[in-house]
């Protein structure tokens, strides 16, 4: 199985599988000398681990990262430094319950990849989907928590939106509010916090799941990042996005609005600024024009299917093409989109630091 690495400067490899003994990613070409904590990495982990509240999958695990390789102590306090090298970290897997899957070792669940993978490699690892797990992606946000660090001054944000046919209140956002202990689903909007309850729990207790929508924003993303036309910023941005397991859909600033949209309405106009750069009157555009960062806020949105696994039965085939009735054991997510907040922040927080090395390698400035 071939393709499990992303980006080019910054460059992560992801490894593991969702029942075996650990997972991990190597990431090549951080630059040295960036100086952290292993808290920093752990506190975005723990932002994305399963088993914080009801409306998540129940799977205990600590998803403790250790860092192998590309670091050095620096100094008593606790930091350290960023050599240069490949930087190895790894997270062990402790709560699995393979048995949960050997009913399905030989069916295909509909929705899910296992048909796909099977078609393609001859073979599939059927506890908990191996690769095609959820499980893949705590990998790619401890990645992401050293991405954040390569450019200065970036802070990248999620929040949940959407959640299957209910929606937050835009004029409600509350960034402050989207890490409250009050919050089980990262969303922006207080008075969405109870009717999303009320609708996962009945989604929940009839043993479906649901899916959502999930909007990232990028803060302190200097102008000139991306090129056209084969490395455009929003263009990675959407391939990292779309490489998460479950996303059906990427979207950039207004994305598909903007096909129901004039000229003139989605045209970001500009005026003069202080400092001698252009003052955007809009931002339809999301931060990106022609593939190339404008130095506002980078605006992307992306959909999660539901979760394929689910306890209502469904029509399959097995391995020989007999058909079968399908039912999911174990436990799930009722909604994946939940933990793809920090997943979704990981993924643009790593394409940005590729493309600010790949501008900074390029034109010896930012």
């Avoid at 989604?203 to 200097?222: D, H, M």
């Avoid at 096909?259 to 009157?281: C, I, K, S, V, W």
């Avoid at 696994?309 to 097995?318: A, C, E, F, G, K």
Wanted: include cysteine; charge should be neutral.
């Amino acid at each position: 199985m071939s393709h499990n690495t992303f980006g080019h400067l910054f460059r992560v490899t992801t490894w593991g599988e969702s029942h075996g003994p650990a997972l991990g990613c190597v990431v090549d070409g951080c630059p040295p000398g960036i100086r952290f904590k292993l808290e920093d990495v752990q506190r975005e982990l723990d932002r994305r681990k399963p088993g914080q509240s009801r409306f998540v999958t129940q799977r205990r695990e600590p998803d403790e990262v250790k860092m192998l390789s590309g670091v050095l102590p620096d100094g008593d306090d606790g930091h350290l430094v960023t050599t240069g090298t490949p930087i190895s970290m790894l997270i062990e897997n402790v709560d699995q319950r393979s048995k949960d899957y050997g009913d399905i070792a030989q069916q295909y669940r509909p929705g899910h990849a296992d048909y796909a993978y099977d078609v393609k490699y001859g073979v599939r690892d059927y506890r908990g989907g191996g690769r095609s797990s959820a499980r893949e992606t705590a990998a790619r946000v401890a990645a992401g928590a050293l991405a954040r660090l390569v450019v200065p001054g970036l802070k990248v944000r999620g929040a949940l939106i959407a959640m299957g046919d209910k929606e937050i209140t835009r004029a409600n956002w509350d960034w402050d509010f989207v890490e409250s202990a009050d919050n089980p689903f990262f969303t922006p909007d207080p008075a969405a916090v109870p009717v999303f309850a009320d609708y996962l729990d009945g989604i929940r207790k009839n043993g479906s799941s649901v899916g959502a929508l999930i909007e990232i924003v990028a803060e302190g993303v200097p102008a000139g990042l991306g090129a056209p036309l084969y490395a455009k910023l929003d263009a990675d941005i959407a391939a990292g996005l779309m490489s998460i397991n479950a996303v059906k859909g990427v979207e950039i600033g207004d994305g598909f609005a903007t096909a129901r949209m004039t000229g003139e309405e989605n045209a970001d106009e500009m005026r003069g600024g202080n400092d001698g750069q252009p003052r955007f009157l809009a931002n339809h555009a999301g931060g990106i024009l022609g593939g190339i960062s404008t130095g506002q806020p980078v605006v992307a949105r992306f959909a999660v299917k539901p979760t394929s696994s689910i306890l209502t039965p469904r029509q399959s085939v097995d391995r020989t093409g007999k058909e079968v009735d399908v039912m999911t054991k174990g436990r799930h997510d009722p909604c994946v989109g939940i933990r793809a907040v920090p997943i979704g922040e990981a993924m643009v927080s790593c394409a940005i630091a590729d493309h600010y090395l790949r501008h900074r390698g390029q034109t010896g400035r930012i």
